[in-house]
C-alpha cells in the first residue's frame, strides 16, 4: 500500500526540525534524522562537476564509515555551494558538533543543503541550534511532517510516501524537496528514504541505483541539475527482518515511494500547470528512449506549446529528430490523448479541440513511436510557464 496521507514510520528513526534564522522568511529551516546504533546508507548524488560542500562530505564520511549514519543534519534556505574552504570547514564543523551531541564520530553525521548558490553558510547559526534540534527529536507522525516541511525552499508542499511491505511487519518511507532544476541525472532535489528492514550499504545502494533509475532518473521540470541532488536511503535494521528474506517486497515498496515522490516533485514543479507523461515508444533500447524523451522534454518550443495546451506535434516531431538518435522519420508517430496526429512524419486528420482539451488537463499523455523496436520509456515532465520565469528571476532577491 502507498499513500501521501496515510504514513508508516519505520522503526529506529526521530525526526526534529527547529528555525535556526537562515531563511529570511523565519520560517523552521533546520531538520534532523537520528537513527538507530545499525543504521546503514547508501546514497547517490548530483552528476554535476559543481557540487556543494555537504555532497564532498557526505561521500567521503560514507566511503570512510562503510555506510554508516547515526543522523542527517538538512538545512534549507543555503546551498553551502561555492563558498570555498569556509563552506567546506562549516559543513565540518556541524558534523563534528551533532556527532560530540551523540557521542558518535563525525563521519557518522550526513550532512544535506539547499537554497541559494554562493552565499556563505552560516555555520555559528546552525551549530547554535543542534542541541535544541537534537532535544526536540520525536518518532511520531507530527515530528515527520515538520521535518518534511522544514526541507522545504521554493516547493509549494511536503512530499511524502509510505509503502508497507504485504508479509512481514516492515515498510518504506521518504520524504523530499524539490521544485525547480528537476533534471534527470537527480536535481535540486533532496531525498531521504527510510526502512526498517536489516540491509549491507552494497545491499541498499544495488536497490537504489535501480529504483533511482525508474524514478528520479527520469523526470524533468527544466533540464538543470543542481549541485546538492542527493538521494540517501537509510535501513535501521529494527525489524530483524533481512534484506535478502524480503528482496522482491523491499524492491517492489522501495520502487513505488521513489515513484510517488518524483511524481510529486515533477507535479509542484515552479509555475508547472500540466504534468506530461511522454512515452517513448518501439525504440530499439531503453537508452535511445530516453535520449529521445530528453530532447523532446527540454525543448523550450515544446514546453510552452504545452504550456498553452497548443497540439503542436511538429514541435514534438523537430525534438525527436535532433535527439542525435539515427532515425527514420517515415516511422514515426505522434499521439496525443487517444489521437494519431502525425503519421510517417505527415499530419493526420485529427480533432485539434480534442486534442487541446486533452493538453489542458493537469497531466495528459503523449506518445511518439519510433518503429525501431520493442524498447519504451515513460517520462516524467512539465511545461514551462510565465510563473516558472518569474519565480526564478527573483529567486535570489
Same mark, same amino acid.
Given at each position: 500500500?502507498?499513500?501521501?496521507?496515510?504514513?508508516?514510520?519505520?522503526?529506529?528513526?526521530?525526526?526534529?526540525?527547529?528555525?535556526?534564522?537562515?531563511?529570511?522568511?523565519?520560517?523552521?529551516?533546520?531538520?534532523?534524522?537520528?537513527?538507530?546504533?545499525?543504521?546503514?546508507?547508501?546514497?547517490?548524488?548530483?552528476?554535476?562537476?559543481?557540487?556543494?560542500?555537504?555532497?564532498?562530505?557526505?561521500?567521503?564520511?560514507?566511503?570512510?564509515?562503510?555506510?554508516?549514519?547515526?543522523?542527517?543534519?538538512?538545512?534549507?534556505?543555503?546551498?553551502?555551494?561555492?563558498?570555498?574552504?569556509?563552506?567546506?570547514?562549516?559543513?565540518?564543523?556541524?558534523?563534528?558538533?551533532?556527532?560530540?551531541?551523540?557521542?558518535?564520530?563525525?563521519?557518522?553525521?550526513?550532512?544535506?543543503?539547499?537554497?541559494?548558490?554562493?552565499?556563505?553558510?552560516?555555520?555559528?547559526?546552525?551549530?547554535?541550534?543542534?542541541?535544541?534540534?537534537?532535544?526536540?527529536?520525536?518518532?511520531?507522525?507530527?515530528?515527520?511532517?515538520?521535518?518534511?516541511?522544514?526541507?522545504?525552499?521554493?516547493?509549494?508542499?511536503?512530499?511524502?510516501?509510505?509503502?508497507?511491505?504485504?508479509?512481514?511487519?516492515?515498510?518504506?518511507?521518504?520524504?523530499?524537496?524539490?521544485?525547480?532544476?528537476?533534471?534527470?541525472?537527480?536535481?535540486?532535489?533532496?531525498?531521504?528514504?527510510?526502512?526498517?528492514?536489516?540491509?549491507?550499504?552494497?545491499?541498499?545502494?544495488?536497490?537504489?541505483?535501480?529504483?533511482?533509475?525508474?524514478?528520479?532518473?527520469?523526470?524533468?521540470?527544466?533540464?538543470?541539475?543542481?549541485?546538492?541532488?542527493?538521494?540517501?536511503?537509510?535501513?535501521?535494521?529494527?525489524?530483524? @527482518? &533481512? !534484506?535478502? $528474506?524480503?528482496?522482491?517486497?523491499? +524492491?517492489?515498496?522501495?520502487?513505488?515511494?521513489? /515513484? #510517488?515522490? *518524483? %511524481?510529486?516533485?515533477?507535479?509542484?514543479?515552479?509555475?508547472?500547470?500540466?504534468? @506530461? &507523461? !511522454?512515452? $517513448?515508444?518501439?525504440?530499439?533500447? +531503453?537508452?535511445?528512449?530516453?535520449?529521445?524523451? /530528453? #530532447?523532446? *522534454? %527540454?525543448?523550450?518550443?515544446?514546453?510552452?506549446?504545452?504550456?498553452?495546451?497548443?497540439?503542436?506535434?511538429?514541435?514534438?516531431?523537430?525534438?525527436?529528430?535532433?535527439?542525435?538518435?539515427?532515425?527514420?522519420?517515415?516511422?514515426?508517430?505522434?499521439?496525443?490523448?487517444?489521437?494519431?496526429?502525425?503519421?510517417?512524419?505527415?499530419?493526420?486528420?485529427?480533432?485539434?479541440?480534442?486534442?487541446?482539451?486533452?493538453?489542458?488537463?493537469?497531466?495528459?499523455?503523449?506518445?511518439?513511436?519510433?518503429?525501431?523496436?520493442?524498447?519504451?520509456?515513460?517520462?516524467?515532465?512539465?511545461?514551462?510557464?510565465?510563473?516558472?520565469?518569474?519565480?526564478?528571476?527573483?529567486?535570489?532577491?
Amino acid at each position: 500500500m502507498n499513500s501521501t496521507d496515510r504514513i508508516f514510520l519505520p522503526k529506529g528513526f526521530q525526526f526534529s526540525a527547529v528555525t535556526a534564522g537562515i531563511k529570511a522568511s523565519g520560517r523552521p529551516d533546520l531538520a534532523l534524522i537520528a537513527a538507530g546504533p545499525s543504521t546503514q546508507a547508501a546514497a547517490v548524488f548530483t552528476k554535476n562537476l559543481v557540487v556543494a560542500a555537504p555532497l564532498e562530505v557526505a561521500r567521503t564520511s560514507l566511503e570512510s564509515t562503510g555506510g554508516r549514519v547515526r543522523a542527517v543534519v538538512v538545512n534549507s534556505g543555503n546551498a553551502n555551494c561555492a563558498t570555498g574552504p569556509a563552506g567546506l570547514r562549516g559543513c565540518k564543523e556541524v558534523c563534528v558538533q551533532m556527532g560530540k551531541l551523540l557521542k558518535v564520530k563525525a563521519a557518522e553525521v550526513f550532512p544535506s543543503s539547499t537554497g541559494i548558490i554562493g552565499v556563505p553558510f552560516p555555520t555559528e547559526k546552525v551549530v547554535s541550534y543542534l542541541q535544541a534540534l537534537l532535544a526536540g527529536a520525536g518518532s511520531s507522525i507530527d515530528d515527520f511532517r515538520r521535518f518534511a516541511n522544514a526541507i522545504l525552499t521554493t516547493d509549494t508542499r511536503a512530499k511524502v510516501a509510505s509503502a508497507a511491505l504485504p508479509s512481514v511487519s516492515a515498510c518504506v518511507t521518504g520524504v523530499a524537496k524539490g521544485s525547480g532544476m528537476i533534471h534527470p541525472q537527480l536535481a535540486t532535489m533532496l531525498v531521504y528514504v527510510m526502512t526498517d528492514v536489516a540491509a549491507s550499504a552494497t545491499e541498499l545502494h544495488q536497490s537504489l541505483r535501480e529504483a533511482c533509475d525508474e524514478s528520479f532518473n527520469v523526470i524533468s521540470v527544466d533540464g538543470d541539475t543542481s549541485t546538492n541532488d542527493t538521494v540517501l536511503l537509510l535501513a535501521s535494521g529494527e525489524s530483524g @527482518i &533481512r !534484506l535478502r $528474506v524480503v528482496r522482491n517486497e523491499f +524492491r517492489a515498496a522501495l520502487s513505488e515511494v521513489c /515513484r #510517488s515522490l *518524483a %511524481h510529486q516533485i515533477v507535479s509542484d514543479g515552479e509555475g508547472v500547470q500540466h504534468v @506530461i &507523461r !511522454l512515452h $517513448v515508444e518501439e525504440a530499439k533500447t +531503453r537508452t535511445e528512449a530516453l535520449q529521445i524523451a /530528453r #530532447s523532446i *522534454a %527540454h525543448s523550450l518550443l515544446v514546453k510552452t506549446a504545452w504550456a498553452g495546451a497548443d497540439p503542436n506535434w511538429g514541435r514534438i516531431l523537430a525534438a525527436a529528430g535532433r535527439s542525435g538518435v539515427r532515425l527514420d522519420p517515415k516511422k514515426i508517430s505522434v499521439v496525443i490523448g487517444d489521437q494519431t496526429v502525425c503519421k510517417a512524419s505527415v499530419a493526420c486528420d485529427f480533432d485539434a479541440r480534442r486534442a487541446h482539451n486533452h493538453l489542458s488537463q493537469p497531466e495528459c499523455s503523449i506518445r511518439v513511436r519510433l518503429g525501431r523496436g520493442k524498447a519504451a520509456i515513460e517520462f516524467l515532465t512539465t511545461d514551462l510557464t510565465s510563473d516558472y520565469v518569474r519565480i526564478n528571476a527573483d529567486y535570489s532577491t
